[in-house]
């Protein structure tokens, strides 16, 4: 698929909702050990957690990789895989997916260019809309993703199936939609960080002719969107994560959550896991992008063919 042409026909919106869910999951598939990598940082040293002697400590994204393949075998890197791909397939196809159908909605009849605030606009909305929908499946994916800072006894779930009832049961169905707001602040930032800049990327390279609207295209934008979002929305994904993982009662609310992490770790305690943050959203953004653009193509010339 690998430069393929623009098709004369653009994809339509469903195209565009399933190749955003399907390239969501390309991307988690080849990311995930970098996701979770980041989430054992994240949390690392969180009052809920106790330290002991022989404690697990992380250091750097190589250094917690290898720990957790040397203390729990290399299967703990996809640890919540399953809970991670049904995430992108509901979370992806709406944030992603819809993105551009949103922005049309948003921009004035009559208008030439889409301006910066319909462009944020449309990505806040997305953004929300795909956290209301999707959170149950995040707050799955962390817990299986944080449980190696426990011991084998004290892991609550057998498989994804039983930690949705698992939760629901012990927490409430509002336990699956724990760290809503947050999120939702997180993926509204994240959004514009990576939807709108990715846009005004690649529109300023093809308007200017620097490049062609190809896959290198695709790869320098996408990888401008991965740093913006990183940058931005570090301080929000921190303490999402360690509010989505804590146990009912330890923190009250959000805020709480972030006032502990100040309080513990200062300032820097919010770009925790920094490097590994931008290395899984940098390169889960080249791989989503380059292959959202080339499944919208290869699904838009393949209409005619089965029309």
Known sequence: MVGLKPPEVPPTAAMKFVSAGMAGCIADLCT???DTAKVRLQIQGEVGIPRTISSVEYRGVLGTLSTMVRTEGARSLYRGLAAGLQRQMS??????????????????KGAENT??????????????????CAQPTDVVKVRFQ??????????????????YRTIAREEGVRG??????????????????????????????????????????HFVAAFGAGFCATVVASPVDVVKTRYMNASP???????????????????????????????????????????????????????????
Do not use: H
């Open 32 to 34: 995930f050990p970098l």
């Open 115 to 132: 301006g910066m605030a319909t462009r944020l606009l449309a990505g806040c909305t997305t953004g929300a809309v795909a956290v209301a």
């Open 176 to 217: 699956l939609w724990r760290g809503t707001l947050p999120n939702i602040a997180r993926n509204a930032i994240i959004n514009c960080g990576e939807l709108v800049t990715y846009d005004l990327l690649k529109d300023v390279l093809l308007r200017t002719q620097l490049m062609a609207d190809n896959v290198p295209c």
């Open 91 to 108: 979370f992806a196809s709406i944030r992603i997916g819809l993105y551009d159908s949103v922005k049309q909605l948003y921009t004035p």
């Open 249 to 307: 009662g330890q923190y009250r609310g959000a805020l709480g959550c972030l006032l502990a992490l100040l309080t513990q770790d200062g300032l820097a305690g919010l770009y925790k896991g920094f490097v590994p943050s931008f290395l899984r959203l940098g390169s889960w953004n080249v791989v989503m992008f380059v292959s959202y653009e080339q499944l919208q193509r290869a699904m838009a010339l393949a209409r005619p063919a089965l029309a």
């Open 146 to 163: 944080a449980c190696g800072a426990l011991s084998d006894s004290a892991r609550q779930y057998s498989g994804t199936v039983d930690a």
